[in-house]
């Protein structure tokens, strides 16, 4: 993991330290039985707005027990390079499984979590991933939430190639975006 990486994740934990000290009891969040859907995004542009990338996720999940929820998860991003020797546009995405396991019982509700699923499309080679991840939900209105959440998702081909893409091929994937329980 490079500096910049452990970095932004300090950052993000460290922000959010406030909230959560700060945080008071009270009616907000979900239920058992509750479901949740997310949508959130994200994008890059170089200087001169010739190259650049965007991206969309949405989550449907439902929640097992009140602090513990299990979903669906779909990504997908476009990338458009404009360099000397190429000019090409990419598009990719990926589906996978969640569980996530949320702490406290307030407006800010750190939580952990992993994913299974598969990437596909034009600028990657198609293959499986696991991931870890960790964020935080803040919940603005009894049922209305911002979400912030760092991944660190493996990719492998093989059930045998697991165990060394962990440490070898991971990328980090990060989220913000706005969530809703009903």
């Not at 406030?18 to 008071?24: F, G, I, L, R, T």
């Not at 965007?54 to 097992?64: E, I």
């Not at 919940?139 to 893409?165: C, H, I």
């Amino acid at each position: 993991m490079n500096r910049f990486n452990v970095t932004a994740l300090t950052l993000c934990i460290v922000g959010a330290l406030p909230m959560v000290a700060s945080a008071q009891p009270s009616d907000f969040g979900p239920d058992k039985g509750e479901r949740e859907f997310s949508l959130s995004g994200t994008g890059s542009s170089d200087r001169k707005f010739d190259s650049g990338n965007f991206g969309a996720t949405g989550d449907v999940g439902w929640y097992l027990e009140d602090h513990l929820v299990t979903g669906v998860r779909q990504s997908i991003n476009y990338a458009s390079i404009d360099g000397e020797s190429i000019v090409d546009d990419f598009w990719n995405g990926s589906t996978r499984g969640y569980v996530n396991y949320q702490f406290l019982d307030d407006r800010a509700r750190p939580f952990i979590g992993a994913s299974l699923g598969g990437i596909y499309g034009d600028g990657v080679k198609d293959s499986a991933f696991a991931g870890l991840e960790a964020g935080m939900k803040y919940y603005m209105l009894p049922k209305t939430y911002f979400l912030a959440r760092a991944e660190y998702q493996f990719l492998f081909s093989s059930t045998s190639d697991a165990t060394d893409a962990f440490q070898d091929d991971g990328a980090w994937a990060f989220t913000i975006g706005l969530g809703y329980n009903f």
